[in-house]
């Protein structure tokens, strides 16, 4: 299995900030990186998916980068609503993991 | 609009079964995969398993093989999902989502999700 290791943990910030959380895979996945946010109490939504694409809907304050083992998902100018869990997932393979998730604060 | 309704809130006992339904609405149910998702308190996102269009192929996780069965029934657009000789760390929210693929393909991505049931194993 694929294993995701997902940095930081957890993760501080003010309204206005940027941010960059990264995701290393255990082996090369390409661009098989998918970015969810979930809410406390809701399901995890679609952000990012084929490591840079942006899903329907979502902000372009949102966007994502890397290829092969390392990847990351920057959030610029952090508005109220943005303060969630973010986690990664590679979709190269099944079992379709993911990482551990940051949980993003309000400072 | 695609929308996926999940069961209820179950209580089960260790070594009892639970069944978990999703219903699709809004999308041609029978061309996407159907993945389950489970996070436990607190913790992370676990996938636990995915069935094909059709119903006729399904593929689990290696740590839920033996304890985990999931069938689909296209008459009704529903997915459920099965997870035997239950145990108080299978207490969780159980999500089902559907995969971004259609037809032949999965992609592994999770467009659309159920709201979740809370499934608590406590004697």
């Known amino acids: 299995d694929i294993q995701m290791t997902q940095s930081p943990s957890s993760l501080s910030a003010s309204v206005g900030d940027s941010v960059t959380i990264t995701c290393r895979t255990s082996?090369?996945?390409?661009?098989?990186l998918n970015w969810y946010q979930q809410k406390p109490g809701k399901a995890p939504k679609l952000l990012i998916y084929?490591?840079?694409n942006l899903e329907s809907g979502v902000s372009s304050r949102f966007s994502g980068s890397g290829s092969g083992t390392e990847f990351t998902l920057t959030i610029t100018s952090l508005q109220p609503d943005d303060f969630a869990t973010y986690y990664c997932?590679?979709?190269?393979?099944?079992?379709?993991?993911f990482g551990r998730g940051t949980n993003l604060e309000i400072k | 609009q695609v929308q996926l309704v999940q069961s209820g809130a179950e209580v089960k006992k260790p070594g009892a079964s639970v069944r978990v339904s999703c219903e699709a609405s809004?999308?041609?149910?029978?061309?996407?995969?159907i993945h389950w998702v489970r996070q436990a308190p607190g913790q992370g996102l676990e996938w636990m398993g995915i069935?094909?269009?059709?119903?006729?192929?399904?593929y689990y996780a290696q740590k839920f093989q033996g304890r985990l069965v999931v069938t689909r029934d296209t008459s009704t657009r529903t997915v459920y999902m099965t997870l035997s000789t239950l145990r108080s760390d299978d207490t969780a929210v159980y999500f089902c989502?559907?995969?971004?693929?259609?037809?032949?393909?999965?992609?592994?991505?999770?467009?659309?999700w159920g709201q979740g049931t809370l499934v608590t194993v406590s004697s």
């Open positions: 989502a559907r995969d971004r693929g259609r037809g032949s393909e999965s992609y592994l991505i999770f467009d659309y």
């Open positions: 809004g999308s041609t149910f029978s061309d996407y995969y």
């Open positions: 069935i094909n269009p059709t119903g006729n192929s399904t």
């Open positions: 082996q090369n996945i390409y661009k098989y």
């Open positions: 084929g490591a840079s």
């Open positions: 997932q590679q979709s190269y393979s099944a079992p379709a993991g």
